[in-house]
């Protein structure tokens, strides 16, 4: 039963965003804050304009499910992905460190779902998922409704399965609840994660480094934009960068953390310093 749920999302999402690509033309769509779980952590600068995004990627194993993969690895598993997201207009870092810190949240997002670990062998895994949830912008009033789905491949190699190749397919849309407004997103991406021979004791864990590059390209065009300031249109954009992490991952209530991340993404005009919790790619 599982597996067959797990396929059907599979199934939908790649008939979701063949239909998203084929629609699309080069008519750019806003990069609205209600896909900034899915754009990901970052100040984005683009002709002089700044949009800052913070996710917050909590998640929870129910205890039945993390023992199965515990006795079983090619067992099919799942979690609930509890992701939030907080969005500051024209935040800057330098006046954190004056003390100038933000009161409040410009724009904010709750998506839960479900997400399934799939094993095809002890290399291969396969994850489709499901979110559906709210976002509300502060500023103006707005409530969307968001829902997303989508999958992912991850493909471990070297000593101890340490280094990973990471594809996924996922598309995401919004409509509004208080006004009449309405757009969907898709992308691919691909990256590899390869951990680099360096490890000590941090924490009472064993602790890792790794670097980390990544591609993605956009099915419809996404506008950055800062009210009165230029737009820019992205279709494709690459990031390299490193991340530092444990063995062991630290736990805050349902919240992991397995890795701190820092990366630099550029491509079509957009230059972004992206700061990434646990897998970056």
């Not at 870092?93 to 997002?109: E, H, L, M």
């Not at 992912?152 to 280094?163: A, I, T, V």
């Not at 590899?192 to 065009?221: C, E, K």
Request: glycine share 10%; net charge negative.
């Amino acid at each position: 039963m599982i597996n067959k749920l797990c396929y059907m999302v599979l199934i939908g999402s790649l008939l979701m965003i063949v239909q998203l690509a084929a629609a699309s033309d080069d008519d750019l769509e806003p990069a609205n804050y209600a896909f900034s779980n899915y754009i990901g952590n970052g100040i984005y600068r683009a002709s002089g304009q700044r949009v800052t995004v913070f996710n917050l990627p909590f998640d929870y194993i129910p205890p039945a499910q993390s023992e199965l993969s515990a006795n079983d690895p090619e067992a099919t598993s799942y979690f609930f992905r509890l992701p939030v997201s907080l969005g500051f207009y024209n935040f800057d870092f330098d006046d954190v460190i004056g003390g100038d810190i933000p009161n409040r949240a410009d724009t904010f997002t709750f998506v839960p779902g479900i997400e399934w670990r799939v094993p095809l062998n002890e290399r291969l895994l396969i994850s489709p998922y499901i979110d559906l949830g709210l976002g509300n912008n502060f500023s103006t009033g707005e409530q969307v409704m968001i829902y997303s789905t989508g999958v992912s491949s991850q493909y471990s190699w070297g000593g101890n399965n340490q280094h990973l190749w990471v594809n996924r397919l996922f598309y995401a849309a919004y409509r509004g609840l208080s006004v009449d407004i309405n757009d969907a997103y898709g992308a691919m991406q691909s990256g590899v994660d390869y951990r680099l021979p360096l490890s000590f004791d941090s924490l009472g864990r064993r602790s890792f480094f790794t670097a980390y590059g990544l591609a993605i390209w956009n099915f419809n065009r996404l506008e950055f934009t800062v009210p009165g300031e230029r737009a820019v249109g992205i279709n494709k954009n690459y990031e390299a960068g490193f991340t530092y992490g444990w063995d062991q991952p630290l736990e805050y209530g349902p919240f992991q953390l397995k890795r701190i991340g820092i990366g630099y993404r550029t491509g079509d005009r957009l230059k972004v310093w992206r700061l990434s919790f646990n897998l970056p790619i």
